[in-house]
């Protein structure tokens, strides 16, 4: 058995962000990942819009609103430093009805709050910035400093600098078993490891990995699809911006919007629908037969109390797995959208919420909890991508032996 004083749990951008920060704090640190997969970022880190988020849209105070503007910050230096694509294209959000009117002078608030640029445009202007939209209010809001990235390139860049500062990537191993109070973890196929501490970063199975830990017990993981749609560059519709809807704010999502990513290809999504498996990506494959009855038992409960407006979400959303119903809501953005304009596309994620079992409704900001030896980070949805290397310092922090000064 060898021994390492950290081990981290998930090679997604979590967990090499936090692998990066344990060895800036303490060089001589032996420090392993445990991936199950043969590479990094095969989940949520390589399949994402790759938005770096401005930080307008979160309640002032949370973490989420806290760390994401300085980590697109650092997000955008780290692709600099590396030579990876970005674009600064900005972003609009437009009102699909008259409703939104108040959602939209909520955000624009919140923006000021959390000390992000954004300017109310009038219907000139708009149609100045972006002549492919339209308001249905007559005013939208730009968010000059919104950027796109490169999530798979990124992850690679960032695996290969934590590989070379000495940390240990395994691949192909997922982690079987543990036991907290031996400090002792089983990859499914090496050898046992012993660690000082333990880091869980497991994303979509983060909440499985914590219940091994005996922590996390009242959370429990509810996936949602994402699912995109590729606009035909045969509709010549050109976007100088991303351009997203004004959102509900009673549910948990931004709603359908379009990204063009660093190849210029515009992808129009995601979605936000049920899934049956924390890796449901297509069809019936990763449905979880074992974990269909939780599933189904915490949806039912969200729609009976009619939680985060879960109604709304599951009606809306539920039917974008369908092009018929996914279309006008892309529509409303892209006047000129045909259907045909919409070419089906591969790219696919998970969202993994967290479902609080006590309080019976989704977590909304990231969750750090502890156990004996060990830290879970809970609920790393979007902007986890964003924000990962403020949040990988702020977990840092919650490790007690760094308040000690030393390893334990
Ligand atoms: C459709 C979609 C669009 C998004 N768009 C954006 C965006 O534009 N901007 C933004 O900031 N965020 C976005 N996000 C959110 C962002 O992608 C995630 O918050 C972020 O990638 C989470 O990173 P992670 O490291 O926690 O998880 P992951 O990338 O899922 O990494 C976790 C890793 O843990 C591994 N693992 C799990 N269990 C085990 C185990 N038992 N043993 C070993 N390894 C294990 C997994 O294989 C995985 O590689 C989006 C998410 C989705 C789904």
Redesign the pocket.
């Known amino acids: 058995m060898r021994t390492v004083d950290f081990l981290v749990?998930?090679?997604?951008?979590?967990?090499?962000s936090i692998a990066r920060e344990l060895k800036r704090r303490l060089p001589d640190a032996a420090i392993t990942v445990?991936?199950?997969?043969a590479e990094?970022?095969?989940?949520?880190?390589?399949?994402?819009?790759?938005?770096?988020?401005s930080g307008l849209y979160y309640p002032p105070g949370s973490l989420k609103a806290r760390l994401c503007r300085q980590g697109a910050a650092e997000m955008a230096a780290f692709h600099e430093e590396h030579g990876l694509p970005l674009k600064r294209c900005g972003k609009i959000l437009t009102p699909a009805a008259p409703r939104f009117a108040d959602e939209m002078a909520i955000i624009a608030e919140r923006a000021a709050q959390n000390g992000v640029k954004a300017k109310i445009l009038d219907e000139r202007a708009l149609r100045e910035l972006e002549p492919e939209t339209r308001s249905a209010t007559g005013s939208a809001l730009w968010v000059p400093d919104t950027a796109v990235g490169a999530?798979l390139a990124a992850i690679r860049a960032l695996a290969r600098d934590v590989r070379a500062q000495g940390v240990e990537l395994l691949f192909n191993?997922?982690?079987?078993d543990i036991s907290p109070q031996r400090r002792q973890a089983i990859?499914r196929n090496g050898d046992a490891i012993h660690f000082a501490y333990a880091i869980n970063?497991?994303?979509?199975?983060?909440d499985?990995?914590a219940h091994r830990f005996g922590a996390a017990r009242r959370y429990a993981l509810l996936p949602f699809k994402?699912l995109?749609w590729k606009l035909n560059p045969d509709a010549g519709i050109r976007l100088n911006h991303l351009v997203y809807p004004v959102p509900d704010l009673r549910i948990l999502y931004l709603g359908v919007h379009t990204?063009t990513a660093v190849d210029g290809a515009i992808y129009l999504?995601?979605t936000a629908a049920p899934a049956w498996g924390r890796e449901n990506y297509l069809g019936l494959r990763g449905i979880a037969p074992a974990e269909l009855p939780r599933i189904a038992r915490h949806l039912a409960r969200m729609f009976i109390s009619d939680q985060d407006g879960f109604r709304a979400q599951a009606w809306q959303e539920g039917r974008r797995y369908f092009k018929r119903w996914f279309f006008p809501a892309a529509q409303s953005l892209l006047p000129r959208l045909e259907p045909r304009h919409l070419l089906p596309a591969a790219k696919?994620?998970?969202?993994?919420r967290i479902f609080d079992r006590e309080k019976g409704e989704l977590l909304k900001d990231f969750l750090l909890e502890h156990s004996e030896n060990a830290i879970h980070?809970l609920g790393?949805?979007?902007?986890?991508?964003?924000?990962?290397f403020p949040l990988a310092r702020h977990l840092c922090d919650q490790i007690p032996f760094f308040d000690r000064g030393e390893p334990a």
Do not use: F, Q
């Open positions: 749990i998930g090679a997604g951008i979590l967990g090499l445990l991936e199950k997969e990094a970022g095969r989940h949520s880190s390589g399949r994402n819009s790759g938005v770096l988020h999530p191993s997922e982690l079987a990859p970063a497991a994303g979509l199975h983060a499985r990995v994402g995109y990204t999504g995601p696919v994620g998970l969202h993994p980070l790393a949805t979007s902007p986890a991508w964003t924000s990962a």
